[in-house]
């Protein structure tokens, strides 16, 4: 998708607020634990290779991605740091990992007798993390027998180097610790059971590491921190409170293009879900859910110069429209969502507002709209 360059309409991040976030986490470390910044999903929408870049220079030791191709991304951008793929790869691709020093994830035993053979073929060594499905129902294993099985496979096999191990929380940013306490004890049996001896054992994203939860971690896979969001952050209640201080990155900014009045009866947008009940003053933005701007922001007030302003008539696929409180000129700037933790269009307001995470919102910002970055 091309950046809309001739378009009035950005994501603006704030580089110095990602290396803040990052300076604040690794001061909160814990003796010899090193922080990899995750950077998947073009780094939760703020952009990939920028925010590598500051992360490294603000103490990551490495990087976690989604998938290969984000990973040869940041070698392609001169990333030179470990980087470990957290979702699976298909075993053909094992070679073009292990050419590019990327660390991929083993779900299982099967994958890892498909990844020899592809490693043997061209007389290349894989770097490799075992995954551990301790209670998230998504990838790893899960039963000892398998397990069991694959450290017996790895046991002097050239074709590996067994990096690391690790599992993922499914509830390390809820109050209620039962459920992680109980991933906790999977994961430590399954730590038993390895005769392999992984160069880092990982357990620690952003909410253990933050919320204190207290379980040993070699590495801090620092993800929704870096963006300065809690992630805790959801519909339901109240953020828990970070050990170390967040401040939000990412701001969504444009401008109106047409400013009319309208009159009553008539209608605003497909469906004329809004219909004027007298004279209206009505502002176009152009931004739609083509740039992750979803239908359901209908209703949301944004701001509009100084006034905040709800979006009436269905959010368009290219522009939405906002009602006015008065005559503003065409050119007038519009924040549909501020870095501002305290504003009341800051990204956690608009999740909340369309019923979902903050995560969801920044990651569907389209590449449409072109990332601005400042305090470099």
């Known amino acids: 998708m091309v950046p809309g360059i001739h378009r ?6 704030d580089l110095g607020a990602i290396r803040q976030n ?7 470390l814990q ?27 603000a103490g990551a030791s490495g990087f976690c991605v989604a998938i290969l191709d984000e990973a040869l991304e940041l070698r392609r951008a001169g990333i030179v740091k470990p980087i470990l793929v957290l979702g699976v790869t298909s075993p053909e691709y094992a070679p073009l990992a292990a050419a590019n020093n990327v660390s991929l994830t083993v779900p299982d035993l099967e994958w890892l007798k498909d990844a020899e053979k592809e490693l043997r073929k061209e007389d290349l060594q894989l770097k490799i993390h075992l995954a ?17 099985a694959a450290n017996k496979f790895l046991g002097n096999n050239k074709s590996f180097f067994v990096e690391g191990m690790f599992t993922h929380f499914a ?16 994961f430590n049996h399954m730590k038993s059971l390895l005769t392999v001896k992984p160069k880092w054992i ?27 969001l809690n992630p805790s952050s959801n519909p339901d209640g109240p953020d828990l409170k970070a050990d170390i201080k967040l401040k939000p990155a990412l701001s969504f900014e444009s401008e109106l293009t047409q400013v009319k009045t309208i009159h009553k009866g008539d209608g605003v947008g497909y469906g004329s879900t809004y219909v004027a009940d007298g004279d209206k003053i009505i502002g176009t933005v152009p931004v739609g859910y083509a740039d992750g701007w979803i239908r359901k922001f209908q209703g949301f007030k944004i701001k509009v110069g100084d006034s905040y302003c709800p979006i009436v008539g269905r959010v368009c696929m290219d522009q939405f429209m906002v009602l ?34 903050h995560y969801e919102v920044a990651c569907l910002l389209s590449d449409r709209l072109p990332r601005v970055y400042y305090n470099k």
Do not use: C, W
């Open 8 to 13: 009035p309409a950005a994501v603006k991040v």
């Open 22 to 28: 990052i300076e604040n986490e690794v001061k909160h």
């Open 31 to 57: 003796p010899k634990q090193k922080l990899f910044a995750v950077v998947k999903a073009n780094a939760y929408g703020h952009g990939a290779v920028p925010v590598a870049k500051v992360a490294a220079e």
């Open 132 to 148: 551990i499905d301790s209670g998230m129902g998504r990838i790893g294993f899960h039963e000892d027998r398998e397990f069991v």
């Open 171 to 186: 509830s390390a940013d809820s109050a209620n610790s039962d459920y992680f306490n109980s991933q906790v004890k999977k």
């Open 202 to 228: 990982h357990v620690d994203n952003t909410a253990a590491s933050i919320f204190d939860k207290k379980v040993h971690s070699d590495l801090v896979r620092f993800g929704i921190g870096i963006y300065g």
């Open 324 to 357: 006015l409180p008065h005559e503003m000129p065409v050119g007038t700037k519009v924040v549909l969502i501020s870095n501002d933790s305290k504003a009341p269009n800051n990204i956690k307001a608009a999740a909340d507002y369309v019923d979902t995470i």
